[in-house]
Structures are given as structure tokens and as C-alpha cells.
């Protein structure tokens, strides 16, 4: 038996993208009449305390 090395399953981004401005870039008319977009929701936490 051969030891095979494990490869970790973590995304990947194309070397030189910026991932923060693609990510929030929005679909073009052709994208949205081809239906060739994804719905992105960006959840953010409030770290302010009670007042």
C-alpha cells in the first residue's frame, strides 16, 4: 500500500483576484436576462455591546 497525501477541500481563488470585489461586483443585464447570476447575502456581526 502506497501512502497517498491528503489534500485539504478549502476553497480556491485565482491568483491576483480580488476576492472582496468580485464577490460584490453586480450581474450585468445580460448575466440577469440569461439568469446566469448568484443571489450573495453578506451577514455582518455587531460587536457593540448592550446600551
Known sequence: MSKK?????????????DDQEELEENATKNELEKEEYTKVTHLSYDEVGPS
Not at 497525501?5 to 483576484?17: D, H, L, V, Y
Request: charged share 30%.
Open 5 to 17: 497525501k491528503q489534500k485539504k477541500n478549502e476553497p480556491a481563488i485565482a491568483p491576483g483576484m
